[in-house]
């Protein structure tokens, strides 16, 4: 991981809360709220290490948290969770094809939410399990499945404009042996 991905990571999350705050309509025309910051996490633990893990959970945890009624650090622990866990599995997951990046968004975006729940359920915020929470679960983890490979491709394509590629192996050694001789 280099330092441009980094600051592009960490300026997506800043993008994605603000995106999540400032366009209402979505949640009101939808029922539920699109977040990206889970996406954004699946491609961070398939393509980085555990730092860029830390650094976008504790970025877009405290971010995402300071916009909505949840304590500070809340969802922090749910996207560090979720990192964590694809981190670890992340070779087992075949990362450059569509269909394993939209199960791990959806994935990723369903367990999110679930262990903020999860978190609440332990403090002095319970929330009330209903039908129309569950149907916004599902929801917001489908919107997130089909994100999921929009930010890999969009990643790609950044990386193409800002770093250097890799140069073709070519046919001859520069260390090779030419041997000369008389006709």
């Not at 403090?123 to 599902?138: A, D, E, I, N, Y």
């Not at 491709?153 to 000369?180: C, G, M, V």
């Amino acid at each position: 991981m280099n330092r441009l991905e980094t600051i592009f990571i960490l300026c997506a999350a800043w993008l994605a809360v603000a995106f999540e705050i400032s366009f209402p309509a979505f949640r009101q025309l939808l029922g539920f709220q699109i977040s990206l910051l889970p996406p954004l996490m699946v491609y961070v633990a398939l393509s980085n290490s555990l730092p860029g893990i830390v650094l976008l959970s504790l970025i877009g945890g405290v971010a995402s948290d300071a916009f909505s009624a949840n304590p500070i650090g809340i969802s922090t622990l749910a996207l560090a969770g979720t990192g964590m866990l694809l981190h670890h599995n992340r070779d087992l997951v075949l990362r450059d094809q569509a269909y394993a990046q939209v199960a791990m968004g959806l994935l990723a975006t369903a367990l999110t939410p679930a262990l903020v729940v999860l978190a609440l359920m332990n403090t002095q915020h319970p929330v009330l399990l209903t039908w129309r929470l569950f149907g916004q679960w599902l929801g917001a983890a489908l919107a997130g499945g089909i994100c999921t490979p929009f930010i890999f491709r969009f990643f790609a394509l950044l990386n193409r404009w800002f770093s250097y590629q890799a140069l073709p192996e070519s046919h001859f050694r520069d260390t090779r042996q030419i041997k000369r001789t008389r006709i």
